[in-house]
């Protein structure tokens, strides 16, 4: 196996561990931003089952991503770019999500600094994206 084989596979199987755990531990476990979501006494119940389906969604989508990309058996080129797509989806519905009538990126009761210029879930998003683009790229040069 090519050192760029094994540089894209280590950085899909990043970014499935960021996907298995990242929703996890940003809406119910790190206090300061599970106030903003799982701990918020604002959100009704039903926005609070939502943020949950979605972690628990998430860990499913990391697990099997994760999956694919260290399985030995079957095509390792087609395992990786499934594990990539796979662990692509919760990244790609962030903009998605953004783009629904009334949605907002964060709550305003919460003073939440951008990151380069870009609200924090889309900053995660666009680097999660880039990582796994990177992957891709370096796993169809290494062919």
């Known amino acids: 196996m090519s050192k760029r084989t094994v540089a894209a596979r280590a950085l899909v199987g990043l970014v499935g561990a960021m996907t298995a755990g990242g929703a996890l531990a940003a809406d119910a476990l ?28 998430s860990m499913l989508l990391g697990g099997y991503s994760l999956r694919l990309v260290t399985r030995r058996r079957g095509d390792p080129d087609r395992n990786l ?53 990177t992957a891709v790229g370096l796993a169809r040069s290494a062919r």
Request: one cysteine or more; aromatic letters at 10%; glycine letters at 8%.
């Open 30 to 57: 790190v206090p300061e931003t599970a106030r903003r979501h799982l701990r918020n006494p604002r959100w009704p119940g039903h926005a609070k089952f939502h943020d949950a389906q979605y972690i628990v969604m």
């Open 81 to 133: 770019l499934a594990a990539a797509a796979i662990s692509s989806t919760p990244w790609l519905g962030m903009y998605g999500a953004a783009a629904f009538p009334g949605t907002e990126l964060v709550d305003e009761e919460f003073d939440t600094p951008k990151v380069l210029g870009l609200d924090p879930n889309i900053f995660v998003a666009t680097s999660c994206l880039a990582v796994l683009g």
